[in-house]
């Protein structure tokens, strides 16, 4: 089983102007969410652990929860604000994010939640916000530790600087999770933001060297490149109609993830042992499902029937 951990919230497009304001288009998201949605649809076992709102919000929540077969039992309830992302879209189709959560449910989560993880885990994915804002990123370093070796770990950078400003404090972050996981992901964007001017390779090098496993960077329209141990592997784009690019790394990172499961490769041994075959496999399918992410509006991602 898959237990992703993070934020749910809601992405909330503008519309049209209204007689005394505009419309808006709130729609669920968040990283993780998105993330632990995909895997469901691609036919995983997959559990949420997060802090979810009260409330009206926090109910529609955990009935997409529930419509998408994804486990709550690591869910916590808390009397607390859900989180609102106010999405803008420039003329590419590529978002941008301004993030209304200060105080909110998904940055609450207790600790309690470290020893209610279930035994049968096989892969733990952590990443986005709450891997950098308090109390959650604590919690969120107490899971990993506990998991680190005993399931394959996951980290997607996800880098939300409107969110947590400090440059720094996600630096950290990275350089803690490059010692402990198998399966690091960042985007072209998020490599620019934190470490301006420095080479792909030279980062994926330096994170390998303290003990990731396999890094992988997507880059839009110019694909991905993977880091292995026989050395980087590049994949091509896949052509698509783009609506925008909403959801499009959450989908690549849970089709990444449920393509590792199909083979048989999810653990902290297989996965860096994997053969270049299986990775090109792997990754090739997960621009695919990206792709078809991009040609639809907001994080719709893929089912399993759609894919190949």
């Not at 649809?41 to 949420?48: A, C, E, I, K």
């Not at 020893?115 to 370093?141: C, F, I, K, Q």
């Not at 996951?154 to 999770?177: C, G, Q, T």
């Amino acid at each position: 089983m898959f237990v992703v951990c993070g934020e749910a919230l809601f992405d909330v497009f503008t519309g049209a102007a209204t007689p005394t304001g505009l419309s808006l288009d709130a729609r669920i998201g968040g990283s993780p969410f998105n993330v632990a949605m995909g895997l469901a649809r691609l036919g995983q076992p997959v559990s949420l652990c997060a802090g979810i709102a009260r409330g009206a919000l926090g109910d529609r929540l955990m009935q997409a929860l529930a419509d998408e077969g994804i486990g709550t039992g690591l869910v916590r309830r808390l009397d607390a604000p859900a989180t609102l992302s106010l999405v803008g879209l420039d003329s590419q189709g590529v978002a941008s994010y301004s993030f209304y959560g200060h105080g909110a449910a998904d940055r609450l989560l207790p600790a309690e939640v470290v020893d209610a993880v279930p035994e049968d885990t096989a892969a733990l994915h952590v990443g986005s916000y709450t891997m950098v804002v308090e109390p959650v990123a604590s919690v969120h370093r107490a899971l990993v530790a506990r998991w680190q070796g005993r399931a394959l770990v996951s980290h997607d950078v996800n880098v939300r600087l409107n969110v947590e400003p400090s440059i720094d404090r996600w630096r950290a972050a990275v350089d803690w999770m490059a010692a402990r996981a198998d399966l690091l992901k960042l985007s072209d964007e998020d490599a620019a933001l934190l470490y301006p001017g420095e080479a792909a390779d030279a980062l994926a090098a330096r994170w390998r060297a303290r003990g990731t496993g396999v890094v992988v960077m997507t880059r839009g329209a110019h694909g991905a490149r993977a880091w292995l141990a026989d050395g980087p592997l590049d994949v091509p784009p896949v052509p698509t109609q783009l609506v925008d690019t909403v959801g499009a790394g959450d989908t690549f990172q849970a089709a990444m993830l449920a393509g590792l499961a199909e083979r048989g490769l999810l653990d902290p041994a297989a996965v860096r042992a994997a053969p270049r075959a299986a990775w090109e496999a792997v990754l090739g399918w997960a621009a695919h499902a990206a792709a078809l992410t991009c040609a639809r509006r907001g994080a719709d991602l893929p089912h399993r029937h759609a894919l190949p």
